[in-house]
């Protein structure tokens, strides 16, 4: 499947930006209608552990999936679990007060909503980097397959959250490929791969791709301050509904290798 060119025949300047935008809009999606995000972007979330990132992305599915007579979306989610402590009950509820407010409190429908808005929302459960490389690379199956049950595509791509192994990768001196002693994937090669597979992702199936990273702390003060890098995250007491208000500045250690933070847009 090729992919379409920047300038399509002898259209003018205006005409081809005129054409991308409308193929790649920009996403007014709450809570992150105040960044510029659009289809194609890899967004990073990040924040300290009380910082309710997995309750961000759930308000951003939830947007996604709600049907647009309730002021969502209608498009598909896929959420990659892979610190495997996602509450469906939660996400449940969320939803189930979402719906009840766009209804104006009728509820004679409202089960029926429920129901295909949750047929929207796919979830898959990652125990370790293998099971997360092979669903990257059968990823295009699972999608085209639901687009053609749905006959909507999967608009956003949630991993909750990116550096979840990274620690216990990092502990080991390689990773096996199945039971293949001859090729093995060093840490940096797990990401290249991680990389690799999503680009491919986006070349076939446009979405916005927003991954969670947790963060190291540390004091600004550090006598290896030059290993530590200043962003702004979300205060544990700021209101999920905006990620930009009450902020605190923190110094956070930086663990991703470089393969991944080429090209990721951080949110914080």
Known sequence: MGVRGWIDGDESGREMLSRVLTERPYLHLPPFQKFP???????ELV?????????????????????????????LVLFIDLDCRFDILRLSQMLRNRIFQANENKSNDDEEL??????RFLYIRCYDTLEFLA???????KLQ???QAQ???VNFLMIDSIGAFHWIDRASTSLRLGFDNRKALSLHNVYATVVQEIKKLLLLH??????????ILGSRYAAN???????????????????????????????????WQVGVFCVS
């Open 37 to 43: 995000l659009r289809v194609g972007n890899v967004v």
């Open 47 to 75: 924040g300290p552990s009380p910082c309710a990132k997995t309750h961000i992305l759930m308000q951003a599915a939830i947007d996604c999936i709600l049907p647009k007579h309730c002021g969502g979306l209608g498009h």
């Open 114 to 119: 429920f129901l295909e808005c949750m047929k």
């Open 135 to 141: 669903t990257l690379k059968t990823l295009h199956y």
């Open 145 to 147: 397959k639901e687009r």
């Open 151 to 153: 006959g909507i595509s």
């Open 206 to 215: 446009p979405m916005l791709v927003i991954a969670s990273k947790a963060t």
């Open 225 to 259: 301050a030059g290993k530590w890098n200043l962003r702004t995250l979300c205060s544990p007491n700021s209101a999920v509904s905006s990620v930009t208000k009450k902020v605190h500045q923190f110094m956070y250690r930086e663990y991703m290798p470089s393969i």
